[in-house]
């Protein structure tokens, strides 16, 4: 026989009332001071029946948009923008080595495979090392 009145509140039912509440709070809705007393009630409430009454006056949110996918890439943002801005000075060098060579009339020397050797040489290296993705940067900190 069941002789509370209600069925208990999880953290998480808590938490997703905060949730709505913030959204409330950035939408104007509410000012701090009401949202902190509106929280404040929210995290003294037992039972789940009562958390909705803190929502009462407020109309119903939108579902939320989905979450930005994670990113499964094994490149991180800054080796994309460095891998880009390399293939492009490297076929900017290799265009104008072309237009000197054609304008020669023969090869000349191949000067841009300094400029693109030692520099993706170097990007490759980083990448299979792999020292700044972001599974060595948590497997160092755990």
């Known amino acids: 026989m069941d002789i509370t009145t209600g069925t208990r509140a999880s953290d998480a039912e808590r938490a997703t009332i905060a949730d709505q509440l913030g959204r409330h709070l950035t939408d104007g809705r509410l000012d701090l001071a009401e949202y902190n007393d509106r929280l404040a009630q929210v995290y003294a409430t037992t039972t789940r029946e009562d958390l909705p009454l803190v929502?009462?006056?407020?109309?119903?949110?939108?579902k939320t948009a989905a979450a930005?996918?994670?990113s499964?890439?094994?490149f991180p943002i800054w080796q994309?923008?460095?891998g880009s801005?390399?293939?492009?000075?490297?076929?900017?060098?290799l265009f104008i080595w072309a237009a000197i060579?054609?304008?020669?009339?023969?090869?000349?020397?191949?000067?841009?495979?300094?400029v693109i050797a030692p520099w993706g040489a170097v990007l490759v290296f980083r990448?299979?090392?792999g020292w700044e993705s972001a599974?060595?940067?948590h497997s160092r900190t755990h």
Do not use: H
């Open 55 to 62: 929502l009462a006056d407020l109309p119903k949110l939108a």
């Open 68 to 70: 930005q996918p994670v």
């Open 72 to 74: 499964r890439t094994r």
């Open 80 to 82: 994309q923008i460095e």
């Open 85 to 93: 801005a390399w293939l492009g000075t490297s076929l900017l060098c």
């Open 101 to 114: 060579s054609l304008t020669a009339g023969e090869f000349t020397y191949p000067w841009p495979i300094w």
């Open 127 to 129: 990448v299979v090392m």
């Open 135 to 137: 599974a060595w940067n």
